[in-house]
């Protein structure tokens, strides 16, 4: 079963606007992972949230992890229309200590321009 | 930079029939991992090789082999296909070292099962 739930399953925004999403999972987890995916292509790895992390930021993405509510949120800012993909969270099970993903649906982003 | 390389891109196959999904990754990384993308679904693990000579099953290994034949290749074998088995099929690499590193994919194989 997966482990990670996306929300919303589709976004659509204007270029220059912030786009946020969010994410839930089951388990304890010891990080948390994003990634995007655009049409016809494989995923790409956006960034690493540890489990002893609160917030993470990489240029125009900001991510924040609340391990008692078991979510996590990621925010592009200024968005661009070259931001339109389908972004995924993905996380591990700390039980299981392999260094196997859960990925959820994701949400899919577009970006007018 | 090639990273993951995925052949072939695309295929079409009959019910019965087998065929190898083909992966190599230039990066010297230690895991590689095959997955399957089905509308709606997400990405689901099918197997995985922690190391060279080491391969283990995921959440949805039924109707697939695997053979991690060396340590940049990690080959996905299906031996009677079933249309069930249409999907996106995606392999990726990460380093071994430390938990959860980052995955790098291909670009995927599209399988289509008639």
């Known amino acids: 079963s997966q482990q990670g739930e996306e929300d919303p399953q589709a976004l659509s925004i204007q270029e220059g606007e912030n786009a946020t999403m969010n994410c839930s999972y089951k388990?304890?987890?010891?990080?948390l992972q994003w990634y995007r995916q655009n049409s016809g292509r494989g995923l790409v790895h956006l960034i690493l949230?540890?489990?002893?992390?609160r917030e993470k930021h990489s240029g125009r993405l900001r991510v924040t992890l609340d391990t008692s509510k078991k979510s996590s949120s990621l925010l592009i800012t200024a968005s661009r229309a070259a931001d339109t993909a389908s972004y995924f969270c993905?996380?591990?099970?700390?039980?299981?200590?392999?260094?196997?993903?859960?990925f959820g649906t994701g949400t899919r982003l577009t970006v007018i321009p | 930079n090639a990273g993951v390389t995925q052949t072939p891109k695309f295929q079409v196959l009959k019910t019965g029939q087998s065929m190898t999904l083909q992966c190599a990754q230039d990066m010297n990384h230690n895991s590689m991992y095959w997955y399957r993308q089905d509308p709606g679904m997400g990405l689901r693990l099918i197997y995985y090789?922690?190391?060279?000579?080491?391969?283990d099953k995921g959440e949805v290994p039924n109707g697939y082999n695997v053979s991690r034949l060396n340590k940049r290749e990690f080959s996905l074998r299906l031996e009677s296909a079933a249309p069930s088995q249409t999907s996106v099929y995606f392999c990726a690499s990460s380093e071994a070292k430390g938990r959860n590193q980052p995955q790098h994919f291909g670009d995927g194989t599209r399988l289509s099962i008639l």
């Open positions: 090789s922690a190391s060279e000579g080491t391969t």
């Open positions: 993905a996380t591990d099970d700390r039980q299981t200590g392999a260094n196997n993903l859960f």
């Open positions: 949230i540890r489990s002893n992390e």
């Open positions: 388990t304890s987890i010891n990080n």
